[in-house]
T-cell receptor, first 109, second 117 residues
Framework: DAKTTQPPSMDCAEGRAANLPCNHS???????VYWYRQIHSQGPQYIIH???NNETNEMASLIITEDRKSSTLILPHATLRDTAVYYC??????????FGGGTRVLVKP | GAVVSQHPSWVICKSGTSVKIECRSL??????MFWYRQFPKQSLMLMAT?????????EQGVEKDKFLINHASLTLSTLTVTSAHPEDSSFYIC?????????????FGDGTRLSIL
């Protein structure tokens, strides 16, 4: 599975949009981009995933560049409860997930 | 939908005992479940892939005789830590992949915090 690169940490202002970048320059054509987050002492929570088209659900939007070498997770209106570690994972459908270090996001009032 | 339940959420036991952790998919069938371990301030590390009706596939470095996995039904996988020692203390998390298509994401349980005294 392709590896991903994420900034180790970032701060966001409550009520503002939070844009979380992820680089996956070695992604293969059949690999999806999955985003999860982990709030302290809980299991990871699925957020969104996509192959090449942009995706949106009730939690977030996923923007994937045309060459698919990077993506951005957008939390439209960050709240204090969005403070968590966010993981960007690339993998083929049905395959195991390999977690990297993720981005530690702190939402500040 | 896609709820994964893990039990127990927290367990403390003496060194040398065996501990069983259950992972259930509550509202979907899961032919494949995954077991992860997470040490403090570290990321999740995949231990094994559990396939219903067949033997689990273990990641390199994970002792299959130490961590016994059974996936006897489409909604239940169990992880047994045999003869547990303090170094086995960790946060164990299971996941199951949804059954609505090959690209369905994994959904995770809330984890089991295991402390061996």
């Amino acid at each position: 599975d392709a590896k991903t690169t994420q900034p180790p940490s970032m701060d966001c202002a409550e009520g503002r949009a939070a844009n979380l970048p992820c680089n996956h320059s070695t992604i293969s054509g059949n690999e999806y981009v999955y985003w999860y987050r982990q709030i302290h002492s809980q299991g990871p929570q699925y957020i969104i995933h996509g192959l090449k088209n942009n995706e949106t659900n009730e939690m977030a939007s996923l923007i994937i560049t045309e060459d698919r070498k990077s993506s951005t997770l957008i939390l439209p209106h960050a709240t204090l409860r969005d403070t968590a570690v966010y993981y960007c994972i690339v993998g083929a459908a049905g395959n195991k997930l390999t977690f990297g270090g993720g981005t530690r996001v702190l939402v500040k009032p | 939908g896609a709820v994964v339940s893990q039990h127990p959420s927290w367990v403390i036991c003496k060194s040398g005992t065996s501990v069983k952790i259950e992972c259930r998919s509550l509202d979907f069938q899961a032919t494949t479940m995954f077991w992860y371990r997470q040490f403090p301030k570290q990321s999740l590390m995949l231990m094994a892939t559990s396939n219903e009706g067949s033997k689990a596939t273990y990641e390199q470095g994970v002792e299959k005789d130490k961590f016994l996995i059974n996936h006897a039904s489409l909604t239940l996988s169990t992880l047994t830590v045999t003869s547990a020692h303090p170094e086995d203390s960790s946060f164990y998390i299971c996941s199951a992949r949804g059954d609505r298509g090959p690209d369905q994401p994994q959904h995770f349980g809330d984890g089991t915090r295991l402390s061996i005294l």
